[in-house]
């Protein structure tokens, strides 16, 4: 293979003006959401095709990229915390050590002052100039100082082209980027810009070059998916034409494209029969329409087939006056009956959402607003969060009233309060036969099992048994089945069926249905 002189370059040939023969390693530590890991894996890949490798340990690198968070303050200090940690392994080189850059929401909301903080740092980049990289990157290496890279893409257009690692099976696909909504308490919106949104038809193209390399499950990604398509012209009359949103007619209008447009353009796509699953993430109740929630319906009777039984919603608060002041624009009530509409659609679906605790005012009475919203909706799985204020957000004006201590213990209560719910939840699943995506071998490769009873027939407990290899994957429901197997098959990427024998707090445990390897089917 013969490599430009400019390939040659970047690859570290003649890095630090010195002829070193070996390729740049580069090791990339990931904070934050969904978002951020998709967008650390571009980094990656691009990387990759400038023959970069990457790395395990920050130790053995030549650039070190870290992918920061700034969604709470606590976030931001483990950016700023991994970085001190690299830049001992930079001074303790003597000259020759790693290049350090610093990149994704951090990067992007504090631009040139990370060069305060840290001055050791090498580069700087945000959330819209990740295709950037090699050329920051060649930058550095010809001996620039603090480069930065960090301007938002002011044009209204959003074009790419997603890139994974290759061989997986699942892949993130980002369908818009940015937020309009401007929650009170969030910085999003100032770390991802403005919305905007592909073109469906892109959206297909691309996901088609996905499928073809073998990927068979999709997570289209966006702040706030359910308001895609906005100001993009629906120029292949697609349906629904239009959105009824019961609360507020907010996101995309009659003549542009939509969310669920694009979910049945990607089910009824003929080059994409090998897709079995598409997931999303996030959304936020304001747009959810009517149109939206009949896509859970089944397939037969006019619903998305290839849509996992799973819906993320974040609600963020039990209590009216609290979401109020978040800024949420959408009331409890419309939230509870999105969410029975849904159930009667999709009886089984799994259903996820986030919560604050300790936002400015809150009350104890608010907060058990949100235990009793929890109790209602049943929900398999929470994120909560106690409130962070945030630099430049319309909350971090407001007095911060809830004391850490008050906030802790809420937290700590709300968590408690959803565990007994999942683990009933997830209990009710024992003797199910269920559908997994394989993802991978679990990380800790042994399965639980009750221990000994005593005379009163109560267990002593659970116990870690096995010696068979031990595989991790997902339900069309959201749910993580670990299940172990002689197998000595690859099972990555396979859709198996395993009868579940055990819920684990919030996990199952199955035993394979041995040779029952379903190709081709999604339920
Ligand atoms: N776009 C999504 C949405 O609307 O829910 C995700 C936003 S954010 C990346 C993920 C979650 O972080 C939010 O749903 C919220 O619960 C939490 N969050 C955002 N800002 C926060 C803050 N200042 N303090 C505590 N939690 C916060
Ligand atoms: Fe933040 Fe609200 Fe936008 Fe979600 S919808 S990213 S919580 S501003
Ligand atoms: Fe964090 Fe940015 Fe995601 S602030 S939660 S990484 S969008």
Redesign the pocket.
Known sequence: MTLSIDCLWIAGVFSDNKLSMHPQKYFIKTFG?QMNEADSERMSVILAEQSMTPVAEPEDADIIIINGCS??EKAVHKAVSALGKYNVIKKKSEGNGPIIGVGGCVGQLDRENLFKRAPYLDFVFGTDTIDNLPEIIHRVRSGERKVIYAEFDKSMDYSTETKVDPGKSQAFVNIMKG?D?Y?T????PFTRGREKSRKIDEVLEDIVKLVSRGVKEITLLG??VNSFGKGNENTAKRLPLELNNPIGKVGPKEGEENFAQLLRAIDSDVRLANLKRIRFT?S?PLDFSDELIDCYAEANKGGVAKLAKHLHL?V?SGSNAVLQKMGRHHQIESYIDQMSRLRSLCPDIGLST???VGFPTETEDDFQESLKLLDLLQFDNV?A??????PGTRASKLKDDVSLKEKTERLNRLLDHQLAIAQKRYAARVGDKMEILVEGLAKNQYMLDKGDRDAKGLSSGLIKTTTKRVWTGRTTCNRIVNFATESPRNLMGQFVTAEITLATGLALQGEWLADRVIEGQNQ
């Open positions: 959401c969604v709470r937020c909504k929650c308490y969030c910085i999003v702040q706030n996030s936020h974040p963020q986030d919560m604050i994120y969060f106690a409130y962070s204020p945030r």
